[in-house]
T-cell receptor, first 116, second 113 residues
Framework: NAGVTQTPKFQVLKTGQSMTLQCAQD?????MYWYRQDPGMGLRLIYY???????DKGEVPNGYNVSRLNKREFSLRLESAAPSQTSVYFC???????????????FGPGTRLTVL | AQSVTQPDIHITVSEGASLELRCNYS??????LFWYVQSPGQGLQLLLK????DTLVQGIKGFEAEFKRSQSSFNLRKPSVHWSDAAEYFC???????????WGAGTKLIIKP
């Protein structure tokens, strides 16, 4: 199993450009998440998808959109990138299958995004 | 509001010394509690979690944590640290019915030779 994969690993954009970050998981998990990580601020939730076909805003959704394409894939789109969106982006998945013993979030390796 | 506090931004310990990283939370219900580790340039890896039962939880890499409801704490401990433990450690809290986890800001562990 590859676990959670993210592409690309690195990206540099100019202000106003758009791009989509891709995330896929092969663990048959129900829920998926997008976080951004900035120094000294821990992880902040951008959007999440509790199950296939649903998406909800997290703590910092402005400037982002998401698509839960199917159970495996959850993409994050920046329509018009801004320097404030320079960050490291992590995708995660979680079983949420009612079994607490295995309930945790599994993280991808991250995408380092710089917006000039 | 729900919150997680990791009061130490940085901690420096000597290799072979003991370690305790603090985590305090504010949460209405009985929480699930997690500790994750992030090595430089890497994603986050689960160290251990508490969801019920024994309040002393054993994790990977020789770590343990104790849930103290009266103190709203879930401190992470290791009796003897190794240079490879240098990383950033995150505490998080959540519950099954709430899809979101609340994250602390992290504690960066520095190991002195």
């Amino acid at each position: 199993n590859a676990g959670v994969t993210q592409t690309p690993k690195f990206q540099v954009l100019k202000t106003g450009q758009s791009m989509t970050l891709q995330c896929a998981q092969d663990m048959n998990h129900n829920s998926m998440y997008w976080y951004r990580q900035d120094p000294g601020m821990g992880l902040r939730l951008i959007y999440y998808s509790a199950s296939e076909g649903t998406t909800d805003k997290g703590e910092v959704p402005n400037g982002y959109n998401v698509s839960r394409l199917n159970k495996r894939e959850f993409s994050l789109r920046l329509e018009s990138a801004a320097p404030s969106q320079t960050s490291v982006y992590f995708c995660a998945s979680r079983p949420l299958d009612g079994r607490p013993a295995t309930d945790t979030q599994y993280f991808g390796p991250g995408t380092r995004l710089t917006v000039l | 509001a729900q919150s997680v506090t990791q009061p130490d931004i940085h901690i420096t310990v000597s290799e072979g010394a003991s370690l305790e990283l603090r985590c305090n939370y504010s949460y209405g219900a009985t929480p699930y509690l997690f500790w994750y580790v992030q090595s430089p340039g890497q994603g986050l890896q689960l160290l251990l979690k508490y969801f019920s039962g024994d309040t002393l939880v054993q994790g990977i890499k020789g770590f343990e944590a104790e849930f103290k409801r009266s103190q709203s704490s879930f401190n992470l401990r290791k009796p003897s640290v190794h240079w490879s433990d240098a990383a950033e450690y995150f505490c998080a809290v959540g519950e099954d019915s709430n899809y979101q986890l609340i994250w602390g800001a992290g504690t960066k562990l520095i190991i002195k030779p």
